[in-house]
């Protein structure tokens, strides 16, 4: 187990801004931070992360929590993965408790297929560097193809020997299990007898954007015509193509600064770019841009530009899944080479400068640049020019935000004086693309509703996030409150000296509070007071171990609550913000917990009432202490000057 003393220090040295930057392109709002948020698909930014309490929420999705919380949802690792992970990017030495053996063993277990990976990008790598036949056969490969030293190390790249089994050997006798080596593709099983998939190829390792290695790319070096020339990890837990890209953890930094995004095709036009200063690129690994690495992108920048090889094949492949793209708000531009070259020997040939003024002033947006690549196909046959007219008109028909009116309106007049039609006539064509497409996302809601099953509510939500999205009764969200009260001011001086905790504890009875989370925090908060003698501080809860716990302490500490500047102005009502309020809260909690024990006084009093009987004198003692709760009720809710419990 880690000790504490190394959690303490992660979460005390952890910068949530510097953390989260490292895969989203933040942008400050007021003393917050925004972005698009990576756990689901969304336009305008409603992922929030507040750099004073440390915390990140999304008010779309409804995920919530601290670094820790964003390492582990974003790269799918459990609490301890993730505080190594924080520890590593902050160079902190874990310190753990002496493990036993069947420690080591379940977590073996649990990484699985990363250890197997990254021990499989460690040997291919090293037999590149130290064996002869890696030296001989697949260094000289990357040398002669430009590849420095560098991008060598950068990159991870190695070799795997034409020997069979060398790699398989080598693992089985690391004891990593064959079955975890053939789900990563790396070794096959034939006849009872594994072989090395990758045998007498170089290896280029496809890594996280967190550097993580995933799976592998791998290039026969002799010709082989039974053999393809590439092959790639097939998918599995680690590994999906379409929610890859290669390079993305060499170029996120670089993207970023650049606010653009290169796309390239192959492995070595990443390298060959990356080593000559060209940084902001990635490639897709020849399969069409997907919904995932859309969103992957997206959350670096909104600028994609796409280099291809200038032949029929590289502009047709540049043309696939573009209409996604602009649908999502991205602005994609592309740039085709000329002739014969690709972006590794184009920008060895001319340099990294030459390579940037090229595409500077060779890059076209996609209507513009459809329009031109299909009226060279097209030609002077009606056939075709009428199915480039459809083609189009579906592309432009992807604008439909408000804001992309203007750019909508000039790819419209564009288009349709370069194809020679009526611009009213093309409008038509875009808003009949535009209502089929609607028409159809209509009838899949439609199909989705009427096939859900109905939804077993005695079932647990399947994590925090949905846990949110559960609707909570008005009692839940008052309790919730008061953890909210203690956490936000519970250390603050109310009245005759003590501290807003103390006055809570005074006045609310704890068993006055049923929902259990609620409890667990009330009890463990002044646990921790009682131990220490100060209130403890929010940062307590937001690095709880347990993620539910963080979840809900982000919703608490990062309401979507805030009241507009303009209000005042507006409407002619004033408002109380800041530490004027705090009062204003803590008051309503306690009377609410107060009114809640009148009401169980009252219901007890009814009770007795009813088992009274005939007894006058016992039946008018009831009555006047029935009387004096209502009394002591109607002063509470005059006080706050609204109902806030209802009676059962």
Known sequence: MILQSTIDAVNQRTDIVEVIGQFLQLKRRGVNYIANCPFHNERSPSFNVNPARGIFKCFGCGKGG??????????????????????GFYKIEVEETERSQEQIAQQQQEEGLRVVA???????????????????????????????????????????????????????GKGYKPELLEKLGLVKNRDGRYYDVYRGRVIFPIQSMTGRVIGFGARLLKSNDRAPKYINSPENELYN???????????????????????????????????????NVVASSG???????????????????????????????????????????????????????????????????????????NKRDVIGFRLEAGLKEAGNDPVLRSKLANEIAQSISRFIRP???????????????????????????????????????????????????VPDITAPPPDAAAAEKLPQTAEEAQEWKLISVLLEHGSAVAEEGLTTAQ?????????????????QLFDDYFARYHDTG????????????????????????????????????????????????????????????????????????????????????????????????????????????????KTQ
């Open 66 to 87: 601290n670094a820790v919380t964003f390492v582990q949802e974003h790269e799918k690792l459990n609490y301890p993965e993730a505080i190594k992970w924080l520890a």
């Open 118 to 172: 990254e021990f499989a990008a460690q040997w291919f790598s090293g037999t590149l560097r130290e064996a002869e036949e890696g030296q001989a056969v697949g260094l000289s490969y990357f040398k002669h193809r430009g590849v420095r030293p560098k991008a060598i190390e950068d990159f991870r790249l190695g070799y795997c020997p034409e020997n069979g089994h060398a790699f398989y050997d080598a693992a089985v």
């Open 241 to 279: 193509k379409s929610r890859t890209l290669y390079g993305l953890f060499q170029a996120r930094s670089a993207i970023g600064r650049a606010d653009e995004c290169l796309l390239v095709e192959g492995y070595t036009d990443v390298i060959s770019l990356h080593q000559s200063g060209v940084e």
């Open 287 to 361: 399969t069409s841009l997907t919904e995932d690495q859309l969103g992957i992108i997206g959350r670096l920048t909104k600028n994609i530009t796409i280099l291809y090889d200038g032949d029929a094949a590289g502009i047709k492949a540049a043309l696939r899944g573009l209409d996604m793209a602009l649908e999502s708000g991205f602005n994609v531009q592309l740039a085709l080479l000329p002739e014969g070259a690709d972006p590794d020997s184009f920008v060895q040939e001319k340099g990294s400068e030459h390579f940037r003024k090229f595409i500077a002033e």
């Open 403 to 453: 804001e992309d009116f203007t750019l909508r309106d000039h790819y419209l007049k564009t288009a349709a004086a370069g194809l020679g039609v009526d611009p009213e006539g093309l409008n038509t064509l875009v808003n009949k693309h535009i209502r089929e497409r609607a028409e159809g996302e209509q009838r899949k809601k439609a199909q989705a509703q009427t096939s859900q099953p």
């Open 503 to 519: 006055i809570i504890e005074e006045r609310v009875d704890p068993e006055l509070i049923t929902t259990s989370q609620v409890r």
């Open 534 to 645: 100060a209130a403890p501080g929010a940062d307590v809860f937001i690095n709880h171990p347990d993620p539910l716990i963080r979840q809900k302490i982000a919703n608490l500490l990062h309401p979507n609550d805030m009241i507009s500047d303009n209000w005042e102005a507006k409407f002619g009502i004033l408002t109380t913000q800041g530490e004027l309020r705090i009062p204003m809260e803590v008051e309503s909690c306690l009377q609410y917990f107060e009114l809640k024990k009148l009401k169980m006084m009252e219901a007890l009093l009814l009770q007795k009432l009813e088992a009274a009987g005939n007894d006058v004198r016992v039946i008018m003692e009831i009555q006047a202490a029935y009387l004096q709760l209502k009394k002591e009720e109607k002063e509470i809710m005059h006080r706050h000057g609204t109902v806030i419990l």
